[in-house]
Structures are given as structure tokens and as C-alpha cells.
């Protein structure tokens, strides 16, 4: 299930260009919107029931089936959107999914069985008959059937939107956004919702339920109002990069450094859905990444006080349980047991069953001795090390800041070493330094035995970078906790 949402929302944030774009339609031109134009919103429908749908399919194809998977995967979501009467976003990805998985069973059947100089016109021959079949099946049958299930699903999503239980979704969304979730959670499962439901009435509460910067935002202030001096800098930058820059991975480890502080992200999440739904507020589209700026954006002119109390309120909340429970817990958490319990729950994360023993992290890369065995000489170390990049779940957010703030303390050294970054599933094979957070170390290293990957705790923290420029420099960092070159 980890890696069907991991693939849904990959499709979701690989074209998130197109829905945010045709959110600020709607947010400018729209019945919402600041300046309605009749003309100019009659964009929004054949994006939302031909374009996104057939982009979708493309991506999911391309993701299983390569680029001829990609192809099938477009004229089959076709014809799934001609016979569709309402936007089936989440059938385009599945369908999407399904012919690319197709395609590559099929390239490998057929590339095992023809005679040598058939190739090509045995795949291309096969390809074509997959996607007349496809294409028909989901013209003629497929598409009224997702139909029907479509307009049930808005209906059970009214409900449960004007119900009393969707504040009660803050009691999976936080812990899931902390343990590093949030990219599965919100393209894989509520921006297709959310999308669907735009399409219906303009707008959708579900872009509001992950994206909401609230309860970080009223941590991190707790945080650096009890924190002692030399640990409050890095609570600031991060409060200013998570309200501001929408990159909410900034503040996961400290929870993960602190879990006391988990029933207040859950306590302001739930205020904050709380308060949206009373407020009867949505977005326009899906803010990626959740920077305030986006959010109000993408908020109907009419609501933007409302979902700015919202935000405010899930704020006050957490800044006020998570003030209570450090000042309980805080002279009993020194800095040596956080680090314990991180450990702890990072080998809790790794685990593979939930019945085995939690087993200690081992480091991806360690240093040798200043004066160890054979340290590599300066231009030997960067020539070794060509291309890093950061990797995180989606590719976006975390990683992307990562990698400018180390390319900014590679310029200060002189180091012409090429940085970029990634999701974990796209990591290109010319990679020789793969850097990521401490909680995806062992699926790296699992996925690829042969990189030198670099756990951090923080991707905020100035002195992990530091300290990464002086191991290149130096030539100290070594392979799978090899010493040996």
C-alpha cells in the first residue's frame, strides 16, 4: 500500500504546475474568484475532465511502462474521459498505473519469444493491440461505471465534511506527517479527493487538512520560547521556512527529537479542520508547497480572513500544549535521552515486521582519522565525489532546500561538485553521494548498495553542511562503513 500511495502521489506532484494553474483560474476568474470572466473560466472544465486526466495517465504509465507504457496509458485515459461523465482523476491514475504495469510485463514477454529483427515491429504491433483493447474497454464500460462510483464518493464526501468526525482525521494526519507520510497522504489520497470535489463546488476543505502550517508553526514557537539560547536560532529558521517557504519537513525531528510534542501538532491539527469546518472553507486548488503565501492564494477572496483564523487558531494551540508539556517534560528530557529515544524510534521505523525486535541504525558513511589509512588527497576527494544529490520521499520541499544550502557552502569552499535533488525513486545512477534525512537511510541503502549515502537529523541544521564540506575536502568519507578506499 506504501508504494501504491508513493506512486499516486508522484503522479499528483509531477503535474502539479497544471493544478495549480488552473486553481489561480479559478481563484481570479472563477464564481470565487477577484474578477469573474465567463470566457476564461470555460477553461477550467476540459482541463479538469480531458487535460489533468490524460497527464495523469501518462505519468502512471511512464512510471511503470517507460515511455511506451506512457503513450498506452494516454489514449486509454482518452477514451476513460470521453465516456466519463465527471473528472475522473482518481481512475486516470489508477488506469494509468495498470497499463504501465501492463506494458512492461508485456515488453518482457514478447522481447524473450520473437525471432532476432522482429523486435520492433512485434512491440510496436503488441502496443497498438493493448491500447485498441484498453481504449474500448474503458470507452464502452469503464468509464460510466467509474462514473456511477464518482458521484457516490462526492456523496459520502459531503458527509463526512459536514459530519463531526473529519476533525478527528488530525489523529492520523500529524503522526503520518511527522514519520515523513505527508508527501503519500497528501498528493497520493487528498488531492485526488480534493480535486474531484473543486470540479463540483469550487472548492475543497481537503486541500486545507495536511497543508495547514498551524500546528508546526505553533511548536516551533513553543519551542524557541523554552529552548535554551544556542538551540534557538535553528527553531527560527525553521519557523520562518515552514510558515513562509511551505517546507513543513523542517520541524518533523523535532518532534521525533521530543515525542512529547506529538499530542500538540494532533491537538492544533484538530483545531484547525475544526475551525475550518465551521468556517465552511476550501481552497481552489492544492498548495504545494503549504507556504501561507500559496494557501491564501489559492483561498476565495471572501474566505481568506476565515482560513487565516484557522490557520491561527491551530497555531494557538499547539504554541499552548506544546508549552505545557515542555515545561513538564523538559527537565527530564536532556539532550542525551532525545537522542536515545530518536534512535529508538528511527529503528521502530526501519523495522520490517512489526513482530521483530527493533534493530540499531548503523551509519551509511563513516570518516576516517584525520591521520587514518590512506585519506584522498583534496582533488582526489572531488573527483570521487562528482554529483550529490538530496533525496526525499517526493523530490520537492526538504530536499530541494537542502541542496541550496549546501551548493551555497560548496561555493564559499571553491568545490565544483554538482548538487541537485530528488525523489527517492528517480535518484540518477550517475549519483556517487546520495544525502538524505535519517529516517530513509536504510531504504537508500537498501536501493542502492553501491552509493555513499549521508544521513542528517535536520536539513536545517548549517553545521551538517559544514562538516559534509570539510569530509570532501579532506577525503574522509568512505563507503558503507568501509575505512578502506
Not at 568545490?415 to 553521494?433: A, F, H, K, M, Q
Request: glycine residues 10%; proline residues 5%.
Amino acid at each position: 500500500m506504501r508504494k501504491l500511495g508513493q506512486l499516486l502521489s508522484a503522479m499528483i506532484y509531477q503535474n502539479i504546475a497544471v493544478i495549480i494553474a488552473v486553481g489561480i483560474i479559478q481563484a481570479v476568474f472563477g464564481i470565487y474568484g477577484w474578477w469573474y470572466n465567463d470566457r476564461l473560466i470555460l477553461l477550467v472544465r476540459p482541463i479538469y475532465e480531458t487535460l489533468l486526466p490524460i497527464l495523469l495517465g501518462y505519468t502512471g504509465g511512464r512510471l511503470l511502462g517507460g515511455q511506451r507504457g506512457a503513450v498506452v496509458a494516454s489514449i486509454v485515459t482518452f477514451g476513460l474521459s470521453l465516456a466519463s461523465s465527471v473528472p475522473n482523476i482518481l481512475g486516470a491514475m489508477l488506469i494509468g498505473l495498470a497499463t504501465g504495469w501492463l506494458m512492461n510485463r508485456l515488453d518482457q514477454a514478447v522481447k524473450e519469444r520473437i525471432p532476432i529483427g522482429y523486435e520492433l515491429l512485434a512491440t510496436n504491433a503488441a502496443a497498438a493491440g493493448v491500447a485498441v483493447v484498453l481504449t474500448a474497454v474503458c470507452f464502452l464500460f469503464v468509464g460510466q461505471a467509474l462514473s456511477a462510483g464518482v458521484h457516490r464518493v462526492n456523496e459520502l464526501m459531503e458527509t463526512v465534511i459536514h459530519s463531526g468526525w473529519l476533525p478527528m482525521a488530525a489523529l492520523i494526519i500529524e503522526p503520518g506527517k511527522v514519520l515523513f507520510f505527508n508527501n503519500v497522504m497528501n498528493y497520493g489520497i487528498l488531492a485526488p479527493l480534493g480535486i474531484q470535489q473543486v470540479k463540483e463546488i469550487g472548492k475543497s476543505i481537503f486541500f486545507l487538512l495536511e497543508t495547514n502550517p498551524g500546528p508546526g508553526l505553533g511548536m516551533l514557537a513553543a519551542y524557541w520560547l523554552k529552548a535554551k539560547a544556542e538551540n534557538r536560532k535553528g527553531a527560527k529558521l525553521a519557523s520562518f521556512i515552514h510558515l513562509f517557504g511551505g517546507i513543513h519537513e523542517v520541524y518533523f525531528p523535532y518532534v521525533l527529537m521530543n515525542p512529547v510534542l506529538l499530542p500538540a501538532v494532533v491537538a492544533g491539527g484538530t483545531a484547525g479542520i475544526a475551525a475550518f469546518q465551521f468556517f465552511d472553507v476550501g481552497l481552489v486548488s492544492l498548495p504545494s508547497p503549504g507556504s501561507i503565501f500559496l494557501i491564501l492564494g489559492l483561498t476565495p477572496k471572501e474566505e481568506m480572513p476565515f482560513v487565516l483564523a484557522g490557520v491561527v487558531i491551530s497555531a494557538l494551540v499547539s504554541f499552548m500544549a506544546s508549552s505545557l508539556l515542555l515545561s513538564r517534560f523538559s527537565a527530564t528530557s536532556p539532550k542525551k535521552s532525545n537522542r536515545r529515544r530518536l534512535g529508538e524510534i528511527i529503528a521502530l521505523q526501519n523495522m520490517d515486521q512489526f513482530h521483530e525486535k527493533p534493530k540499531k541504525t548503523s551509519v551509511a558513511i563513516q570518516t576516517a582519522p584525520e591521520d587514518g589509512p590512506n585519506p584522498l588527497r583534496p582533488e582526489e576527494a572531488v573527483a570521487s565525489v562528482r554529483k550529490i544529490i538530496f533525496a526525499c520521499e517526493a523530490g520537492m520541499g526538504s530536499s530541494a532546500m537542502g541542496a541550496a544550502m549546501l551548493k551555497k557552502q560548496l561555493r564559499k569552499s571553491g568545490l565544483g561538485i554538482e548538487v541537485d535533488n530528488s525523489s527517492i525513486d528517480e535518484i540518477p545512477p550517475e549519483t556517487d553521494l546520495i544525502i538524505c534525512h535519517q529516517k530513509l537511510t536504510k531504504r537508500i541503502r537498501r536501493e542502492f548498495p553501491d552509493k555513499m549515502v549521508y544521513p542528517l537529523q535536520s536539513f536545517t541544521d548549517i553545521e551538517n553542511y559544514e562538516k559534509l564540506v570539510r569530509l570532501l575536502e579532506k577525503g574522509m568519507l568512505r563507503k558503507n562503513g568501509s575505512n578502506s578506499r
